[in-house]
């Protein structure tokens, strides 16, 4: 237990140590961790980094078959992790890896959860504020209607598609809003047995909170 205690304490003392050593100016700027990832790219580029980020979802669909539906909103949340790697002072490329939940509502709720991966194009403007844009592709892995399973057979489970949204940045938190716009129908050409038609497609506009390391 002494050991332990040992160990714990001496690791206590180093992060004391490390966040003293911190200039006033680099609370304003990128963490030392965000600096030494800027390295991978040679520049101390801003708004660059890695982190966790999550948020809420307001899902529905278009096309030329959505408006028979008389959709409304599907609110739900969407969460995952980011790598923003600075390219130069102001751009940088950003992956993410997201859980995200779309769908609609109708007089049922129809949900459909997706693993997403966007690749984006992040133009910085300050330290603080940054555009970003660019294309995403997306697996479907659930769908449900009102809490119930559905057989995925008749949904096209790929989609991919385009992402744009601003972010502003303080310290260590971002705040951010996108919008997403799929390319893909929910159901495959052909594909027969539910009540949407075949030309109807996911957009979601997303409010999120990120943490940066």
Request: net charge negative.
């Amino acid at each position: 237990m002494k050991k332990y205690l040992l160990s714990a304490t001496m690791l206590l003392l180093s992060l004391v140590c490390f966040a003293q050593e911190q200039e006033p100016e680099d609370l304003q700027g990128p963490t030392t961790l965000q600096k030494n990832h800027n390295l991978l790219s040679g520049i101390d580029a801003p708004n660059a980094g890695f982190g966790i980020k999550g948020g809420v979802n307001f899902a529905n669909v278009y096309g030329d078959d959505a408006d028979a539906l008389d959709a409304i909103s599907h609110t739900n949340f969407h969460a995952g992790i980011y790598a923003q790697f600075g390219i130069s002072e102001s751009f940088s490329l950003q992956l993410e890896g997201l859980y995200s939940r779309k769908g609609f509502e109708t007089d049922v709720e129809n949900r459909f959860d997706y693993l997403e991966l966007p690749l984006l194009a992040v133009f910085n403007f300050s330290d603080n504020f940054s555009i970003h844009a660019g294309p995403q592709m997306s697996i479907m892995v659930a769908a449900k209607q009102d809490d119930k399973e559905i057989n995925m057979e008749d949904l096209n489970t790929f989609d991919y598609g385009v992402a744009a949204g601003v972010e502003a940045r303080f310290r260590m938190f971002r705040l951010g809003a996108r919008y997403n716009l799929g390319f893909a129908g929910l159901l495959d050409e052909g594909d027969t047995g539910l009540t949407i038609g075949e030309d109807v497609k996911n957009n979601v506009a997303q409010l999120y909170v990120g943490i940066g390391f």
